[in-house]
């Protein structure tokens, strides 16, 4: 199987089981994926809404950040050159969102960033691994090494069941809370639980040495709770809960502050702050939070029950007029049994309850501007 470019696509180390499970297999970001296993999405979404779903993630890149000196604070302090993030305010055993960004305060990529006391551990996006790990070497060769985990794998447990299962294998995890990070055995392996996802539902993801990830998959899917899940539902769990994807809801032309994204900014980073700016960007970026930009990224609740796609333009009124902006993801949300969509809107448009029209097949259909998320979170605080 190969994707647009011909080259042959990648497969994780659970392909086997996937086909095994019946999975329908696409391409996605180099690799070959599951779609939906048997259960069908709306069943696998809110099966993980309900008890615990499981997704194999190891696609996405696992990256140590190793500083040359042995101090981590230079390694946080390097890397906070890339990320308008507080990561030398980081503690050990604890993990936070990050954004690489541009010198014109675009969004090169968005990240997980782990404090594992000697070193830092970064999940980035598969799509952007190859240009996160060149970039990564470009910036902080000189102090740190930059290695990429080819030999590790990435599960995500997640759901209101996740905590009771994993606690089945390794009871220290029910002790953990969102965002920490700790070391665990499982299977009889090295594992790094993260209490973190991508759903916005409470659960883990689980950085697992390749040659026992089949075993864990095995081991959690034993749990008559857990059922596999593909990408399909991914999708649409991380639109309700408000979450973005890069490519569609992040690129390099969007800063942190259209997106909504200002909380990943800490107010160290932030003018007045002890290390303010000091990453690419910042004068646009720093700009933004004190003056507003000029658009920002808002849920969408369309009216009746046809989804809004991606790339629909917007407009201001039912007839007539230019478009004022474009749907970055859409579709039906299971556990709203409502269409949801998410949209970049002219900051004066961006208030809850605004009413705006989207172009679907050459009809407009009326859309509400709603808050984010759709579905609350329900992370263990």
């Not at 790990?133 to 985990?149: F, G, Q, T, W, Y």
């Not at 009124?317 to 004022?324: N, R, S, W």
């Amino acid at each position: 199987m190969t994707d647009a470019s011909h080259a042959p696509l990648k497969r994780t180390p659970l392909h086997d089981r996937h086909l095994a499970l019946g999975a329908r297999m696409v391409p996605f970001a180099g690799y070959e994926m599951p779609v939906q296993y048997a259960d069908g999405v709306l069943k696998e979404h809110l099966h993980t809404r309900t008890q615990a779903g499981l997704f194999d993630v190891s696609h996405m890149g696992q990256v140590a950040i190793r500083p040359k000196s042995g101090d981590l604070s230079e390694a946080s302090l390097a890397l906070e050159a890339l990320v308008p993030a507080d990561i030398l305010g980081l503690k050990p055993g604890r993990q936070r969102y990050g954004l690489f960004t541009n010198a014109d305060g675009g969004i090169l990529d968005d990240l997980m960033i782990a404090n594992r006391s000697d070193h830092l551990h970064l999940v980035v996006n598969a799509s952007r691994k190859a240009e996160d790990l060149a970039h990564l070497r470009a910036a902080l060769s000189e102090r740190c090494d930059v290695v990429e985990l080819s030999d590790r794998a990435l599960l995500a447990l997640q759901g209101p069941e996740a905590e009771t299962v994993l606690a089945g294998l390794a009871p220290e995890v029910a002790e953990m809370r969102f965002m920490d990070v700790r070391k665990v055995d499982l299977v009889g392996a090295d594992c790094l639980v993260l209490r973190s996802g991508y759903t916005g539902e409470d659960g883990f993801e689980i950085s697992v040495p390749t040659d026992a990830a089949g075993a864990l998959w095995d081991a959690l899917l034993a749990d008559e709770r857990v059922r596999p899940i593909g990408l399909g539902a991914r999708d649409s769990l991380r639109l309700e809960a408000g979450l973005c994807l890069y490519g569609n809801d992040l690129d390099e032309a969007t800063s942190p502050v259209e997106a909504a994204l200002e909380w990943a900014i800490q107010k160290v980073r932030r003018e007045g702050g002890a290390r303010a700016g000091g990453f690419p960007g910042a004068e646009r970026i720093l700009r933004e939070f004190r003056d507003g930009p000029a658009r920002r990224r808002v849920g969408l609740a369309p009216e009746g029950r046809a989804p809004i796609r991606a790339g629909a333009p917007i407009f201001a009124e039912a007839e007539g007029g230019e478009p004022i902006g474009t749907v970055t993801s859409g579709s039906f949300g299971p556990s709203r049994e409502a269409p949801v969509a998410m949209a970049y809107l002219p900051t004066d448009l961006s208030e809850a309850g605004t009413r705006v029209f989207a172009e679907v097949r050459g009809k407009r259909l009326p859309a509400t501007v709603a808050s984010l998320p759709f579905v609350p979170t329900r992370y263990k605080r």
